[in-house]
């Protein structure tokens, strides 16, 4: 069992940086590659980024590839989402997930364990 808690969202002017964090409990965080996922009022829960177990690989969506980067501290059970030149439609809440299985995936019903999620907000 994974719990997962989110921080780090809030409210910034676009072109402006966030950087968001998600703490995992439970034992053996290694076993598991992580992944952000967001979504928007109205709309479904969509990828964001990926990461292996060991912080190796990292695989993005095209919307936020060269913009956020995903990284992991497997001694503190703590993945990242750094987030950069944010623009207004990367507005959502952004959830945290751990899936079981070391290699990273984009595809949401792999993930086993889901944080209630941070709010992200730009604005314009």
């Known amino acids: 069992q994974v719990q997962l808690v989110e921080s780090g969202g809030g409210l910034v002017q676009a072109g402006g940086s966030l950087r968001l964090s998600c703490a995992a409990s439970?034992?053996?965080?290694?076993?598991?590659?992580m992944g952000w996922f967001r979504q928007a009022p109205g709309k479904e829960r969509t990828f964001v980024a990926s990461?292996?177990?060991?912080?190796?690989?990292?695989y993005y969506s095209d919307s936020v590839k060269g913009r956020f980067t995903i990284s992991r501290d497997n001694a503190k059970s703590t993945v990242y989402l750094q987030m950069n030149t944010l623009k207004p439609e990367d507005t959502a809440l952004y959830y945290c997930?751990?899936?079981?299985?070391?290699?990273?995936?984009?595809?949401?019903?792999?993930?086993?364990?889901w944080g209630q999620g941070t709010q992200v907000t730009v604005s314009s």
């Open positions: 997930a751990a899936r079981s299985g070391r290699g990273y995936s984009d595809l949401l019903n792999t993930y086993h364990y």
């Open positions: 439970g034992r053996f965080f290694i076993s598991y590659a």
């Open positions: 990461i292996n177990w060991s912080g190796e690989d990292t």
